[in-house]
């Protein structure tokens, strides 16, 4: 896994304008760092991500002087799905997500995993790495890593916290040294992990390095709208939910977070969520009492 010599701060940033408007945007608002998705997060299929594109991407994050880029997959993807079908095509889709975060530059790609498979649940991290390792070799290039996201234990989703992404990662095979974990603090709160609480933090970067046999590699930092446990998926600004400014200053204090990608996803308009969240976050990086 690599490291930052800092936590680079950052927000997951709108393409709509152009991969190259999006690297000026990500400036404006403060990033350090950026998320962005390399084709629509809601379809299948998108036209293949173009040469001279890419290039002025990469070309300008560089002179922006940027640190890590995320590619977040589309949420269609359901590697444990038990329509065979269905578990075909996102595992093709992964591939595909993989080659146009190659392209970008990018130095991670973060999914959710997907469902319980259905038939038999005993088997779902199996399935699901099945189709990591499927996907990791159908995709051209190995510069990018691919980190598998926490959920909110929400419904039927599988991944809620280190042990059942720990069993994934433990049952890949050539993709293996290639696939970590991304935290998502939202999903985390949500799942049971009270983040409010330094001792928490502790607790739940111990066990995703003893489940997971790694440390988490990036984070989505995200507040959270509704009580820990409740398995509600509803982010919230940084400070204004149930993790607050606390928690969040916490997760600055832990040695284990000071030199990874921390990137917000926030509800609300551009830029002014991006600009503010941005702005709390440094303050309490620069405010904590960690490295």
Request: negative net charge.
């Amino acid at each position: 896994m690599r490291r930052w010599s800092y936590a680079a701060i950052g927000a997951h940033v709108g393409v709509s304008g152009g991969y190259a408007a999006a690297v000026e945007y990500a400036e404006s608002v403060g990033c350090e760092c950026l998320q962005v998705f390399a084709k629509s997060p809601r379809q299948w299929d998108a036209r293949p991500l173009g040469a001279d594109v890419a290039r002025a991407f990469r070309e300008r994050r560089t002179a922006a002087g940027l640190g890590p880029v995320l590619v977040h997959t589309a949420y269609l993807i359901n590697l444990g799905s038990d329509d065979d079908v269905l578990w075909e095509r996102s595992w093709r889709a992964l591939a595909d997500e993989l080659s146009r975060a190659e392209l970008l530059g990018a130095e991670y790609v973060v999914t959710h995993v997907g469902t319980t498979f259905k038939r038999d649940p005993d088997s779902t991290a199996s399935r699901i790495a099945e189709g990591v390792d499927l996907a990791w070799a159908m995709a051209p290039g190995r510069a990018t890593r691919l980190l598998l996201e926490n959920t909110a234990a929400a419904g039927t989703t599988f991944g809620d916290g280190p042990h059942e992404l720990g069993a994934i990662l433990h049952a890949l095979q050539g993709a293996g040294p290639h696939v970590g974990v991304c935290l998502d603090t939202c999903h985390a709160h949500a799942a049971g992990w009270d983040l409010a609480h330094a001792g928490t933090w502790r607790r739940l970067i111990a066990e995703f390095e003893e489940c997971c046999g790694m440390p988490i590699e990036a984070v989505h930092a995200n507040d959270c709208a509704f009580g820990a446990g409740e398995h509600k998926d509803r982010h919230a600004w940084i400070g204004d939910g149930t993790i607050g400014y606390d928690g969040f200053g916490a997760m600055f204090a832990e040695p284990a977070i000071a030199g990874l990608p921390i990137v917000l996803e926030m509800p609300g308009d551009v830029p002014v969520k991006d600009e503010e969240n941005i702005s709390r976050l440094k303050w309490l990086r620069a405010t904590s009492s960690g490295p």
